[in-house]
């Protein structure tokens, strides 16, 4: 596999991981009498490695460079958390569109809120 | 290296330990800690004080590049903000200096990130696919775990002095002399 589509799979596998590891930690530090997170844990765990899996499998005998599974997932988190650093500007300048709106809008005459100040 | 990787990733767990404890449960009712464990977790990530690994170096340079502009904006973002005329009252000193600062954050985006190319950001990009699909399968997971509770019965109706008690709570909030 040449070396932009690694490192895309690389980016899709490392967001998958980021997400689930930040799902699992979010269902264990909120955990409270009403949720039911056994099944979701267990799932979400199974396809992280899985997504490790993937990986190990792709890079054959290159993945004799990572000290490790742990490595490798260090490796794929921080990844994960790069790319999302990276493309937050994206959602910055997108959201620029709903401040400027919201800005320059003019409200609505409130009588109820008129008859407040006059109170 | 061990330390400086450790340090790091205890950054990145006390920083969703402290957003996932900020936003849970009712607003008159949040773990008063979240604060504090997300700020130390900001530090963690922050203070250089151990040599890092490579992926370790890879994440604090890109936090060192991320954190100026972020965390400018965001400020922006929080004075524009509050001063919009969301609430029919518009603030001019807040409005005015928020889009000010993120006119700055605009011009520390691009100090610290033009070595990033628009091909490391389309790359990027196709980690949504990722986070997507992690999404929509929790989302079935808990569909399906739901699914699974039996539901209970209806709820008895209120006694005499429950009815009471509401009706008092009510006239109480909306003002109505209970006299």
């Given amino acids: ?119 | 290296m061990i330390e400086g990787s450790v340090q790091i990733w205890l950054g990145f767990f006390l920083i969703l330990l402290g957003t996932f404890w900020g936003r849970m449960g009712p607003a008159f009712l949040r773990n008063r800690y979240y604060a504090p464990i997300l700020i130390l977790g900001l530090f963690c990530l922050v203070i250089d004080i151990y040599e890092l690994d490579e992926q370790g170096s890879i994440l604090r340079n890109a936090i060192n590049d991320f954190l100026p502009w972020f965390s400018v904006g965001f400020l922006g973002y929080y004075l524009v903000l509050i001063g919009a005329p969301t609430y029919w009252k518009t603030r001019f000193p807040q409005l005015i200096s928020g889009w000010l600062i993120i006119f700055i954050s605009f011009y520390l985006y691009v100090k610290y990130n033009n070595h990033i190319s628009i091909s490391d950001v389309f790359i990027s990009f196709t980690s949504i696919i990722g986070i997507l699909i992690s999404l929509i399968f929790f989302m079935f997971l808990v569909r399906f775990v739901e699914n699974r509770i039996p539901s209970e019965d209806p709820a008895p109706e209120l006694t005499d002095s429950e009815k009471e008690f509401v009706r008092r709570i009510i006239s109480k909030n909306i003002g109505v002399d209970e006299e």
């Fill in chain 1, 1 to 119: 596999m040449n070396d932009i589509m690694m490192q895309i799979l690389y980016s899709i596998i490392g967001g998958f991981i980021l997400t689930n590891i930040s799902l699992i930690i979010f269902q264990v530090v909120s955990y409270h009498p009403y949720s039911r997170p056994v099944i979701p844990l267990l799932f979400q765990s199974i396809t992280v490695l899985f997504g490790l899996a993937i990986i190990i499998i792709l890079e054959g005998d290159d993945f004799s460079n990572f000290s490790g599974i742990g490595n490798l997932l260090q490796i794929l988190l921080a990844q994960g958390i790069v790319d999302v650093m990276r493309i937050l500007p994206v959602f910055y300048v997108l959201m620029l569109y709903y401040l400027f709106r919201a800005s320059i809008r003019t409200m609505p005459d409130a009588p109820l809120l008129e008859l407040l100040d006059t109170e």
